[in-house]
């Protein structure tokens, strides 16, 4: 299919044959992501390829999605990673300033762009991924675990592998609520949004599996009425990142 098909086509996939990816090609899909853009060049991201089963089961408990690491093909941890930065800092005599909340935001930006890459060639060979970010339900103890240092922190994990079936795609926000011409325009929200809980309420009723009643500005209203990993800042902090 052309890369706009692909990229219209994706869907979240929670359930693999578990058969296993070979290196090679692990190694091809992060030679690719490594192509994506990145600001200033820092390239600050690192992965960790989960091949250790014990490991692996355990960064599935403490993200609380144990099912899909057991079916998975391959399981990685993205990582927002100023360590090189450092490394390369000291090599010319020099302290870099990691901790601003600038380089927190390059950080981000860079493993998300990083492993968009990394899941449209998966997807491009045949694969189904799952990003987890249940990976920050637990970021200390996911750090202990594969022995992250200062200035390294998890972002999300990913299940990679050959998907059992594939789900129907989610409808997206209408365009019109996304794309604003010349000046942001508030005022037309309360009508978009009510056509597009309708067009998710009929989606979620007629799907193949999970079927229920609900729609976006319900389940966006009840996830975001109380603060979500109020620990993260206090986290970051400890891993050097202060906000500054």
Request: negative net charge; contains cysteine.
């Amino acid at each position: 299919m052309s890369a706009k098909d692909l990229l219209r086509s994706h869907s979240s996939v929670r359930k693999y044959t578990g058969e296993q990816i070979p290196k090679e090609t692990v190694i091809d899909l992060i030679q690719t992501a490594q192509m994506a853009a990145s600001s200033h060049f820092v390239q600050a991201y690192s992965v960790i390829w989960v091949t250790d089963e014990e490991k692996k089961q355990k960064l599935g408990e403490l993200s609380n999605n144990e099912f899909q690491f057991k079916t998975a093909g391959a399981a990685f941890l993205f990582c927002v990673d100023f360590k090189r930065l450092q490394v390369a800092g000291q090599k010319h005599g020099v302290d870099i300033v990691a901790d601003s909340a600038e380089n927190v935001i390059v950080g981000v930006a860079d493993v998300g762009i990083f492993a968009q890459n990394f899941v449209i060639a998966a997807e491009d060979a045949g694969y189904g991924i799952c990003y987890i970010g249940g990976a920050r339900n637990n970021p200390k103890e996911i750090s202990e675990l594969f022995n992250l240092p200062d200035y390294v922190f998890p972002l999300f994990a990913m299940t990679i592998g050959t998907p059992t079936k594939r789900n129907e795609t989610k409808p997206r926000l209408p365009v019109e609520a996304i794309l604003h011409e010349n000046d942001y325009n508030a005022e037309k929200y309360d009508t978009l949004l009510d056509e597009y809980d309708a067009t998710m309420e009929n989606y979620y009723a007629s799907r193949s599996s999970n079927q229920k009643m609900s729609n976006w500005t319900k389940q966006m209203a009840d996830f975001l009425v109380e603060q979500r990993r109020p620990f993260i800042k206090e986290f970051l902090a400890s891993k050097g990142f202060n906000w500054k």
